[in-house]
């Protein structure tokens, strides 16, 4: 993070906000504008975008089939075991009016038998690729055996979600809506969770840079530089597009690690993975195991395996 900082003094920029906010530094139900990328987002894109390999290698075990909303969750399993947090999230989106997808990303090509039971479609892939090759498996078919359904997409970097998804969708009043947004690197919807209206093929070969159907990204800077902060961008070329709640980089950084609690307070439905991991720093020991807690989420079972790193954007 000092090396970081230091890049931007050198180029005469403002380095981005690292410490905790209240949520007056937010914007509230944000329209996407379009800004230019700092100097550092520019060199690192240049150096990371030649980080392309081959889709990795996928199978459908339960096909998508035609619904009016799906919901899609990535599961990167190494060790090929659910936890009591995956469980957590299964059951409460298993109870969203609303079919459930499920991409479990495996070593071996099996993946968790209970899976079979909870999910309306199910599709193993491999471990590579990073979350936005899950999230491009799962929007092209999604185009193609349910065109025009509208698509909500997590992956398992966060905790949650800790109030009825039902009560989101009126929410969602955009093409494409994300759930925080931040102007750090440029102007973008973070891509743990966003929600798509109207998947078509039309739609997806519009997003064809972001989600390529038979490449994907090599290196979790190429996802993060090339994928997830352009996406908003891109997707604006021909859609509206927007957040629930934006940070500005000069009032806050990453809203969902520096205005976590307070956004919950006003309702908002996740908690990142990483608070209990490499950002576990801006926050007292059992301050997030406690607030984990009184939503009634599992806890032992985290703090004592710890949070083991993903193959999804933080």
Not at 98 to 122: F, K, M, S, Y
């Amino acid at each position: 993070m000092r090396l970081k900082r230091a890049i931007y003094r050198a180029l005469g920029q403002r380095p981005p906000v690292y410490r905790r906010v209240g949520i007056e530094a937010l914007e509230r139900n944000w329209s996407f504008r379009r800004s230019m990328p700092d100097g550092v987002t520019i060199l690192i894109r240049l150096l990371v975008m030649r980080g392309r390999v081959p889709a990795p290698a996928s199978r459908a075990l339960i096909p998508i089939t035609p619904a009016p909303r799906w919901i899609v969750y990535f599961i990167y399993l190494p060790s090929g075991g659910l936890t009591a947090a995956h469980r957590y999230t299964l059951e409460r989106l298993h109870a969203a009016d609303a079919r459930l997808a499920v991409i479990c990303a495996t070593p071996d090509g099996d993946v968790p038998a209970e899976l079979h039971h909870q999910a309306d479609a199910l599709y193993w892939k491999g471990l590579g690729g990073f979350d936005f090759s899950a999230y491009a498996l799962a929007l092209h078919e999604v185009a193609e055996r349910s065109s025009g359904a509208d698509v909500f997409v997590l992956n398992d970097s966060v905790f949650g979600p800790f109030v009825p998804l039902d009560s989101l969708w009126p929410a969602m009043r955009w093409d494409l809506t994300g759930f925080t947004a931040s102007a750090e690197l440029e102007n973008h919807i973070q891509s743990y969770a966003f929600h798509l209206k109207n998947c078509t093929r039309g739609r997806l070969r519009r997003l064809r840079a972001i989600f390529p159907r038979h490449s994907a990204s090599d290196t979790y800077r190429d996802a993060v530089y090339s994928r997830e902060s352009r996406f908003a961008a891109q997707a604006a070329r021909s859609m509206t597009v927007g957040s629930l709640w934006y940070a500005d980089n000069r009032r806050a950084g990453d809203p969902s690690v520096f205005a976590a609690l307070p956004l919950l307070n006003a309702g908002f439905p996740f908690l990142k993975r990483s608070l209990l991991g490499k950002n576990a720093r801006f926050y007292g020991p059992d301050e997030v195991p406690d607030r984990l807690r009184s939503l009634g989420h599992p806890v032992d079972e985290i703090v004592l395996s710890g949070t083991a790193d993903t193959k999804v954007e933080e």
